[in-house]
Nanobody, 126 residues
Framework: VQLQASGGGLVQAGDSLRLSCATS????????IAWFRRAPGKEREGISY????????YYADSVKGRFTVSRDDAKNTVYLQMNSLKPEDTATYYC????????????????????WGQGTQVTVSS
């Protein structure tokens, strides 16, 4: 089982980026995927989630309205479209997978997720 996040980079405040989480070794359609990030000196934070079944999404308040998660099971890839980026979005971004759906209480917490990818760095300059 592998997940690989990519698409990070150095951008200016207000710019957009799209991150990709490429998966292999399992059937993506049966897994829920979440995006987490860790900013320097801070704990890892769950920011978005998309379910395996009906595409239910959840977002942290810090990104709601600016970030959009989507999935293409045929391409074994989950995306995170990030718009109106702010310097406080600077972090290493990770994707994680869990078999089956999660409810809103668990979806943005680390403990349910069995599989994690390597991170991709996003730096937003002011």
């Amino acid at each position: 089982v592998q997940l690989q996040a990519s698409g990070g980079g150095l951008v200016q405040a207000g710019d957009s980026l799209r991150l990709s989480c490429a998966t292999s070794g399992f059937t993506l359609e049966y897994y829920s995927i979440a995006w987490f990030r860790r900013a320097p000196g801070k704990e890892r934070e769950g920011i978005s989630y998309i379910s395996d079944t009906d595409g239910t999404t959840y977002y942290a308040d810090s990104v709601k309205g600016r970030f959009t998660v989507s999935r293409d099971d045929a391409k074994n890839t989950v995306y995170l479209q990030m718009n109106s980026l702010k310097p406080e979005d600077t972090a290493t971004y990770y994707c994680a997978a869990d078999l089956g759906p999660l409810d809103s209480d668990d979806a943005l917490h680390e403990h349910p997720y069995d599989y994690w990818g390597q991170g991709t760095q996003v730096t937003v300059s002011s």
